[in-house]
Each structure stands twice: as structure tokens, then as C-alpha cells.
T-cell receptor, first 109, second 118 residues
Framework: EPEVTQTPSHQVTQMGQEVILRCVPISNHLYFYWYRQILGQKVEFLVSFYNNEISEKSEIFDDQFSVERPDGSNFTLKIRSTKLEDSAMYFC???????FGPGTRLTVL | AQKVTQAQTEISVVEKEDVTLDCVYETRDTTYYLFWYKQPPSGELVFLIRRNSFDEQNEISGRYSWNFQKSTSSFNFTITASQVVDSAVYFCALGGSDSGAGSYQLTFGKGTKLSVIP
């Protein structure tokens, strides 16, 4: 059964640094999503992506965030200048059942 | 705006007991989807079920069953004969699009932490 994959599984970075989180969605999905979960809290929607552009985004998804699908397979989330409060688990998901990837734990020091 | 309420923050049961996790939702959409996910201590989100708003039939899958009642905006989840491996945080989620854009973002509840004691 096809799976959503995410890399890296854990990323540690210094405040102010840029990070790129990568996802390989299931190939026949059309919509792609990023969510985040701060430790011990609920999962929150960040952004949806369709036909190579952002479909919807939440208030959390400010100018520090960007998404792209550079090569038709990878789907990336970039945080331009990380803050301490960006520390969270980031999940990628695809349309339909919204199967989630295993997540990337981002730790900002 | 959409909202999902999971009023039970934590539940503890003894192995083999049945347990029901409650989920109440709010939406103005006529078409929407309801989900349950399991999050074990390892952190991944495991898809359990998706139900669309037009299908009110209850569903059973092994020891799991779901009761969807549109009249009370509830989508409750029951585990029969609970096992230690069922210990996890369970999230209910509502899928809909405020903008009608075609995609549907999920709104999650805060989760219910289930502990099954041997």
C-alpha cells in the first residue's frame, strides 16, 4: 500500500536558521497539506496545495512559511527564519482519506 | 468556522473493558467528512476511519465501532474489549472547506488520551 514519507524524522536547528521539511505524497493524490502539532496539543492546519499553488492557508502560515512542489514528487515546507515557537511535529498529508506521513519533529534551539 | 469538541481529556480503563470516546462537531457545511485518528506514543497519526456527512450508517471494524448521529452532531468511537495496545491519544477531526476551494482542511479536536491498564 502506498505511503506518505517525510524527511528528516527529526531536525534540530538554531533560532533564525532556515529549514526545509520534505514530504513525498502518494502519487495519485491531487491535494496536499501541511499540519503542525505543538507538543501535547492538537493538530493544526497550516496550508493546502493544489495544482502547484496554495489553495488555502491558516493564520499560522505567515510570511515565514512557504511551500512548493519543485519536481512533481517532493512537497516541501520551508520556514525562512525559525523561532522557538516553531518547535513542533510537522505532518504532511494527501487528499482523500488524508493519510498522514510519519511527521518531522522540528526542534528550534 | 468549524469546531470539534472532545470533552474527555483522559480516560483510564482496565483491559477488556469497553470504552467510548466522544466527539461533537460544529459546521455550517452540508457536505463534510468526519475522521478518527490514533496517535500512539511514537507520534505518528494513524488513520482509523473517514465518514461523509451523507452516510449515517454505523460502522464496525473488528473491536472498533463508530456511531454517527447527525441530529446531535456527534461521531463517537467505541473500543470493545480494550487492550493495552489501544493506549494512545485519539483525535476526532472534521473535514470541510470554509472557502469552498475544493480542498478540505481538517479541524482537529484536542484529543482524548486513553490508557488501558493491564
Amino acid at each position: 500500500e502506498p505511503e506518505v514519507t517525510q524527511t528528516p524524522s527529526h531536525q534540530v536547528t538554531q533560532m533564525g536558521q532556515e529549514v526545509i521539511l520534505r514530504c513525498v505524497p502518494i502519487s495519485n493524490h491531487l491535494y496536499f497539506y501541511w499540519y503542525r502539532q505543538i507538543l501535547g496539543q492538537k493538530v493544526e492546519f497550516l496550508v493546502s496545495f493544489y495544482n502547484n499553488e496554495i489553495s488555502e492557508k491558516s493564520e499560522i502560515f505567515d510570511d515565514q512559511f512557504s511551500v512548493e512542489r519543485p519536481d512533481g514528487s517532493n512537497f516541501t515546507l520551508k520556514i525562512r527564519s525559525t523561532k522557538l515557537e516553531d518547535s513542533a511535529m510537522y505532518f504532511c498529508a494527501g487528499s482523500g482519506e488524508q493519510f498522514f506521513g510519519p511527521g518531522t519533529r522540528l526542534t528550534v534551539l | 468556522a468549524q469546531k470539534v469538541t472532545q470533552a474527555q481529556t483522559e480516560i483510564s480503563v482496565v483491559e477488556k473493558e469497553d470504552v467510548t470516546l466522544d466527539c461533537v462537531y460544529e459546521t455550517r457545511d452540508t457536505t463534510y467528512y468526519l475522521f478518527w485518528y490514533k496517535q500512539p506514543p511514537s507520534g505518528e497519526l494513524v488513520f482509523l476511519i473517514r465518514r461523509n456527512s451523507f452516510d449515517e450508517q454505523n460502522e464496525i471494524s473488528g473491536r472498533y465501532s463508530w456511531n454517527f448521529q447527525k441530529s446531535t452532531s456527534s461521531f463517537n468511537f467505541t473500543i470493545t474489549a480494550s487492550q493495552v495496545v489501544d493506549s494512545a491519544v485519539y483525535f476526532c477531526a472534521l473535514g470541510g472547506s470554509d472557502s469552498g476551494a475544493g480542498s478540505y482542511q481538517l479541524t482537529f479536536g484536542k484529543g482524548t488520551k486513553l490508557s488501558v491498564i493491564p
